[in-house]
């Protein structure tokens, strides 16, 4: 009886045993697939962490070349701007180099004028004017001052004032002298072809007496004839006419500096 008895206790106790250790498998399975589905959950989020992490390092990326292409765009722009700057520059020095060359091309022009005004005094203004424009001085003198009617050869009081105008040439050689002669409108008769032939004949008879009377530099003289089509008056009034029928002497100061000037311009 007591046997029986204690292997019943035996059984009882090796029962018990062994549901134990049962009870804890099954936690430790559970907790274990907890583990796995929370490392399964964590696995997931840290792969769309990596997802969100290249797709902002890849914008990062693209700011960054963006940034590159702007620095160098900067760049270039900086480098144009400095140029036109540059150039800016260098046209306004021109400029004013210009504005100075045309500044000194009037004040010789008017000394020029002061000159010719002071050699030439005492004339009559009907028979020799004066004036200063576009850098140049002009010297008119009247048909009747100069030439008889219809003639080229110079007459005794166009000789003197011709001696006068050509001792200040002679002073000046950086002078230009352009000799132009021009009559009115009427056709001339008698020994000269046309006004053409009057007109030509008359400059070149005062070049001749500026160049072998008084010796004025023949390189710094021109002469050209204008018939009667570059008047300064009306045709179609005796007064007109006579204002129109002249020689002009036409003094220009050196422009050799300023013709260098304009073509470095250019």
Excluded at 6 to 20: H, K, Q, W
Excluded at 152 to 158: H, I, R, T
Aim: aromatic share 6%; proline share 3%; charged share 20%.
């Amino acid at each position: 009886m007591k046997n029986r008895y204690y292997i019943f206790c035996m059984m009882i106790a090796l029962a018990f045993a062994s549901c134990v250790p049962k009870r804890e498998l099954v936690a430790s399975q559970m907790q274990t697939r907890a583990l796995q589905n929370d490392s399964a959950l964590t696995a997931s989020k840290m792969a769309d962490m990596q997802s969100s992490i290249n797709k902002l390092q890849a914008s990062l990326d693209a700011l960054n070349q963006q940034n590159a292409q702007l620095n160098n765009q900067n760049t270039n722009t900086q480098g144009q701007v400095s140029s036109l700057q540059q150039n800016l520059q260098a046209q306004q020095k021109r400029l004013q180099d210009l504005q100075n060359l045309l500044d000194q091309q009037k004040n010789k022009a008017a000394e020029l004028r002061n000159k010719m005004k002071a050699a030439l005094v005492g004339f009559n203004d009907s028979d020799l004017t004066i004036t200063q424009k576009n850098g140049k001085v002009y010297v008119s003198l009247s048909e009747k001052f100069l030439f008889p009617s219809g003639s080229a050869v110079v007459n005794d009081s166009g000789k003197i004032a011709l001696q006068k105008l050509a001792n200040v040439l002679i002073i000046n050689p950086d002078i230009s002298v352009d000799i132009e002669g021009h009559t009115d409108s009427i056709p001339i008769r008698g020994k000269f072809e046309d006004n053409w032939a009057l007109s030509t004949a008359r400059a070149s008879s005062v070049v001749r007496i500026l160049v072998n009377d008084y010796e004025v530099d023949p390189a710094k003289v021109i002469a050209s004839g204008h018939s009667w089509y570059d008047p300064i008056d009306t045709n179609s009034t005796s007064e007109g006419r006579a204002r129109n029928r002249r020689t002009e002497i036409i003094l220009s100061p050196n422009l050799d500096e300023l013709y260098k000037l304009l073509g470095e311009n250019q």
